[in-house]
């Protein structure tokens, strides 16, 4: 599996980065939001995780645009973000997201929900 991890703080990336290799799987690594909408294009990934609270486009923007691109429509998003405010998780679907980690997070658990994810094989 290819995942796309989004998020504009290096230990963030860094830990889903060890997570997904120990995990046995590949990765390509976006530092804000218009990273990601472009590096989605296509939809040429198994799975995004999207930080919401990114610069120069926020999580919430990238998801809808990500969700415009037909290619990338099936690819799942999980939303990775520090908003664990009640409502957090319905706002990060209505933008387009399908599952919602919060921060911090354990990387055994995010493993496990993402395997989960590519069992389904898409959204």
């Given at each position: 599996a290819t995942i796309l991890?989004?998020?504009d703080d290096f230990?963030?990336?860094?830990?889903?980065?060890?997570?997904r290799e120990a995990a046995g799987w590949r990765g390509v690594e976006a530092g804000d939001g218009l990273e990601a909408g472009a590096a989605a294009a296509g939809?040429?990934?198994d799975l995004?995780?999207?930080d919401m609270s990114m610069p120069r486009l926020s999580g919430w923007e990238a998801a809808k645009r990500i969700r415009s691109d037909p290619a990338a429509?099936?690819?799942?998003?999980?939303?990775?973000?520090?908003?664990a405010m009640p409502?957090?998780?319905l706002k990060a679907r209505a933008a387009g997201c399908d599952d919602y980690v919060?921060?911090?997070?354990?990387?055994?658990?995010?493993?496990?929900k993402v395997r989960g994810w590519l069992e389904r094989g898409g959204r």
């Open positions: 991890v989004a998020d230990d963030n990336r860094a830990i889903l980065r060890t997570a939809g040429k990934f995004i995780f999207l429509a099936r690819v799942p998003i999980l939303a990775f973000t520090a908003h409502g957090d998780a919060a921060k911090p997070c354990v990387p055994r658990e995010v493993v496990a």
